[in-house]
């Protein structure tokens, strides 16, 4: 690899600390042009990146060129100059660079010795944002979703974004966007890379290790989609996520006693706005002046379904519940308003994956399966009414098979993951010789940022054996105790 440490020396030489966090990393240079590349930040994260980008073909038949935006996470202490670790966001619809702050954390530890590449997916962030006009919150509080059929929703909604877009969504299918990530790794000359994928994220990562196997050292799938399993499949993980907390609440005395029949308590709520939703005045969830809402149950259901991602949310959902039947929404409001972890998603690009690899898919079997569940219902009608009108082009069918390979590949899933439940991991993992399954039962998506498994990783990057890796710490309990009432989860007091 050339030697550009000077010029990289350069980049930082306005920051003490910066210089003495990576003067081992700017020993190791870049096989690109190095004077490509500058000194950059990412949102919630104080240390000093590398940005750059890379010009890619818009398609194998199109003269047209699209920039691919990538940033450098330096090591703390470059060991290991010619690897690096290339972590896929999930969404699909996801900036990588955007959550720049999120991988550095979960990859701590295994950043100590090598760099962390981002690469904003075709599509996404820098990278020819496919972005549709997104109504303020104040709107949405105020829509009422139940006055029109999902159908007939969405392809008035699909109409107006592929107006704004005009585009061909074929040349933004994961197939499509796998090329540029390896343009990337040879844009700056590492030789091996260790691939970390969360979510979708874990599929790109798939399809990058059957189109690149020689230039990757060892995968960690966290949070597994199988390539033979479509995402719609995630309506049954939403159900079974929600139904543990009503199995959970029912085992706690502490929970039953506060939240007696919280199943039944949900269908009610249900029941009650499928018959007449409710329309109340109610502070924002962030600025506090008084804002409409029409409460709708998908309004709920959805609300629901994003509070069991993390634990902090997950602990409000019996209170949320039980408010809302007695007419108190300020509880579910707050999970209504909350900001996901994963931030906003690109969904041009999102309905470029789900339009070309999961609607094509769908057999009359698979459709009477998914149908069995609220979001699986939901989801099929949504893709019926806007795939046609996308028009994305369907993968090939091999796209759908397995991953056969023998790279050291750790699995992580959560067991209480309401988006890639550890089925998915074990159904992805039927091909592959070199491979481990780690499940931490208390644990929703994203196992290694909420256990020991970040710890986990960095030990399995540097030794590349999964078998030998002692996974009891994933055993400790990290589930958050229900709030009893608003002030917290303490038990509630009891009228004498």
Not at 98 to 126: H, M, N, P, S, W
Not at 245 to 264: G, K, M, V
Not at 443 to 454: E, K, L, N, P
């Amino acid at each position: 690899m050339k030697n550009k440490s000077g010029r990289l020396r350069t980049l930082f030489r306005h920051s003490l600390v910066a210089v003495g966090l990576l003067s081992g990393t700017v020993s190791h240079a870049t096989s690109a042009d190095v004077t490509s590349l500058t000194s950059c930040y990412a949102k919630g994260l104080a240390d000093q990146l590398l940005c750059g980008s890379v010009e890619q073909p818009l398609s194998a038949s199109s003269s047209e060129k699209i920039s691919i935006h990538y940033a450098v996470i330096p090591a703390i202490k470059q060991v290991h100059p010619t690897e690096a670790i290339l972590a896929f966001a999930g969404g699909p619809g996801q900036s990588a660079i955007d959550v720049a702050a999120v991988f550095a954390r979960v990859l701590r530890y295994a950043r100590e010795e090598r760099d962390i590449i981002l690469v904003d997916q075709r599509g996404t962030g820098k990278s020819s944002l496919l972005q549709c006009d997104m109504d303020p919150l104040e709107a949405q509080f105020a829509f009422n979703d139940d006055a029109l059929p999902i159908f007939e929703y969405s392809r008035e909604e699909t109409q107006k974004c592929k107006t704004k877009l005009n585009t061909d969504l074929s040349h933004f299918t994961t197939a499509a966007a796998v090329k540029d990530f390896e343009a990337v790794r040879l844009e700056l000359g590492y030789k091996k890379l260790h691939l970390f994928g969360a979510s979708y994220g874990t599929r790109i990562a798939q399809e990058y290790m059957r189109r690149y196997p020689d230039a990757v050292a060892s995968a960690t799938l966290d949070g597994v989609v199988p390539m033979q399993q479509s995402l719609i499949a995630i309506g049954e993980a939403i159900d079974d996520s929600l139904q543990a907390i009503f199995s959970e609440c029912t085992d706690s005395a502490e929970c039953n006693r506060q939240y007696p029949q919280l199943a039944q308590q949900y269908q009610t709520l249900l029941d009650t706005l499928i018959a007449q939703p409710v329309t109340v005045q109610v502070p924002h969830p962030r600025m506090h002046n008084l804002i409409t809402l029409v409460l709708t149950q998908n309004k709920v259901r959805s609300a629901i379904r994003m509070a069991l991602y993390s634990h902090t949310t997950r602990a409000l959902v019996p209170l949320a519940i039980s408010e809302a039947v007695k007419g108190n929404y300020l509880p579910l409001v707050g999970l209504m308003g909350s900001d996901s972890t994963f931030g906003s998603l690109a969904m041009g690009m999102h309905s470029a994956i789900v339009c070309g690899e999961d609607w094509p898919a769908l057999t009359s079997q698979s459709r009477s399966r998914f149908s069995r569940s609220y979001f699986g219902r939901l989801m099929m009608e949504s893709l019926d009414a806007s795939c046609p009108i996308w028009q994305v082009s369907a993968v090939t069918k091999d796209f759908y098979q397995p991953l056969n390979t023998d790279i050291p590949t750790l699995l992580l899933s959560g067991g209480l993951d309401p988006a890639t439940p550890p089925s998915w991991a074990e159904l992805a993992m039927v091909n592959m010789t070199n491979a481990r399954h780690l499940i931490a039962d208390e644990a929703t998506h994203g196992v290694a940022g909420q256990s020991c498994a970040d710890k986990l990783v960095a030990k399995f990057i540097n030794r590349r054996d999964p078998g030998e890796l002692d996974d009891s710490c994933l055993k400790k309990a990290a589930v958050r105790r229900y709030f009893m009432n608003p002030n917290g989860p303490a038990v509630a007091s009891q009228e004498p």
